[in-house]
């Protein structure tokens, strides 16, 4: 079936300017996650939704991050005003939501601020 | 804070042999531990997972140890080859957290 699904797959902004990456994740999952992983780095916690409960949101590094869950399907995360330091791959990965259940990765969105 | 770290960062092997990569976790809360393997430009997939009820889980090639006593995990690949050379990272599930806590990684590189 359909993995975890990014786009962007690439994306090259200006500082300054606002980007959107959006995830669709595989269908009955109700947990998603995003992370960010800089350049030869581990991954970075950043948001979890889960179902129709509040987003954990103790991972965004700002608040020029924000994102979204609209109808407990595709999610968007929002950086405002990028700043060079926000370059890095964004991965989303999705659950069954189940306590012990392995979270599945998309391919990322590779963000380049210039 | 407690969190999951590797203890090195690269690993050379030859092929065909066996692969050993181990991990170190201090959250004495965690439940579940999770290996993933990353190749270049795409995102962690998932290996092998083990809950801390078990000490040992087997998959095709991979086998993951757990000792709760000294808190370490490990992953072993038999039979190493060409497609296995990745970044592993092993991710820690527990205490309350609602996402993976992820170590750095290990590269492992496979010589012909």
């Known amino acids: 079936g359909a993995g975890v699904s990014q786009s962007p797959s690439n994306k090259v902004t200006e500082k300054g300017k606002d980007v959107e990456l959006r995830c669709d994740p595989i269908s009955g999952h109700t947990a998603l996650y995003w992370y960010r992983q800089s350049l030869g780095q581990g991954l970075e916690f950043l948001i979890y939704f889960q179902g129709n409960s509040a987003p954990d949101k103790s991972g965004l590094p700002s608040d020029r991050f924000s994102a979204e869950r609209t109808g407990g399907s595709v999610s968007t995360l929002t950086i405002q005003r990028t700043q060079q330091e926000d370059s890095a791959v964004y991965l989303c990965?999705?659950?069954?939501?189940?306590?012990?259940?392995?979270?599945?990765f998309g391919n990322g969105t590779r963000l380049t601020v210039t | 804070g407690e969190n999951v770290g590797l203890h090195l960062p690269t690993l050379s092997v030859q092929e065909g042999d066996n692969s050993i990569i181990n991990c170190a976790y201090s959250?004495?809360?965690?439940?579940?531990f999770i290996w993933y393997k990353q190749e270049s430009g795409k995102g962690p997939q998932f290996i092998i997972d083990?809950?801390?009820?078990?000490d040992k889980r087997q998959g095709q090639r991979v086998t993951v140890l757990l000792n709760k006593t000294v808190k370490h995990l490990s992953l072993q690949i038999a039979a190493t080859q060409p497609g296995d050379s990745a970044v592993y990272f092993c991710?820690?599930?527990?205490?309350?957290?609602?996402?993976?806590?992820f170590g750095k990684g290990t590269h492992l590189i496979i010589q012909p």
């Open positions: 083990i809950r801390s009820n078990m």
């Open positions: 991710a820690d599930l527990g205490g309350g957290a609602d996402g993976l806590t």
């Open positions: 959250n004495s809360a965690s439940d579940y």
């Open positions: 990965a999705s659950s069954l939501g189940a306590n012990n259940s392995p979270l599945h």
